[in-house]
DNA sequence: AAGAACTCCTGTTGGC
DNA sequence: TGCCAACAGGAGTTCT
């Protein structure tokens, strides 16, 4: 799915499409996505206001009037696409299903009371929509467990130490855990792993010292991860294969990738001799440099 | 209990 | 050109 820095940047393409509007009109045109969507779901969300329009970590939130929680995640291909709006034009196909082509994955459309249409497109449908209640929302199963927001103040080298301290898992799978650090994914985990110079492989546990606290690595890792996210949501996230945000355009952080999709290019770190390998790392790929990732 | 593997689904890509 | 295998940015569930 989008990371942290693409599901940003969807967030900022909707909120000034969503937030303050009523939704008028719900289309919900198959059952499920990646789960059911709970029952009565297009009832209970047409005529409420959206309230506000959040993000922790890859899921967005939408706080509606009457007390309950809109929560969508774009899992690996979801796409949502803004059209319509006060002197605009609601694009042909939003209300109206489309029998062929890219369309056929149009699976939700809100719309709403300000003339935009907001259609969910989404072809794996690995992606999913729920309503919670807002009290509720912490203790959802969903967001229960899940770790610290890597933009936040409190990601430092001495609290990355004290969630790895005793890990035996490589740091590649403990970066990718939501439980420890929610937001990261496959992409900007390759790429801090690399700015900071460790190995995929390494144990996480190697972060800390002896005591628990951090080692150079460990504040380094931190300050890396925070940089990467920074340039990617300023770049407006990374567009490969799926990726658009809500008006279509791409991001561009893709074209500052190190290591990401680079096998076989030679390491970009100044000095390395390096060349990018990939590997496989719990099914899934990494890219890295053996030689200055150590 | 931690860590790894498997699973959901469809579209694209690269090799032959 | 066609065919087929590998692969894709996630994460809940199930295994060892």
Redesign the pocket.
Known sequence: ???LP?VETVRRGLEPAMVGARLERVVVRRPDL?FPFPPGFAERLTGRTVEALGRR???LVADLSGGDVLVM?????GRFTVSGGPGGTVSPGAFHHQAGG?A??DHVVFGLSNGHAITYND????GFMTLVPRATLAEH??FK?LGIEPLGNALDGALLAGLFA?????LK??L????LI??????Y?CEALHRAGLSPKR???TLATKAGGPTAAARRLATVIREVLEEAVAAG????????HTDGSL?YFQHTFRV??REGEPCPTPGCKGVVR?L??????TFFCGVCQR
């Open positions: 799915m989008p990371e693409e990646r970590a890859k899921y995640h774009l899992g690996m291909t890219d056929v994955h072809a794996r449908r690995f199963p969903l467990g005793g890990k035996a898992a490589p799978a403990a990718l855990d939501q439980r929610a937001g990261l994914g496959n992409i985990v144990a996480a546990g996230g990374s567009s490969l294969r799926d990726y658009a991001g990401y999709d990939r496989v790392q719990s099914g899934r790929s």
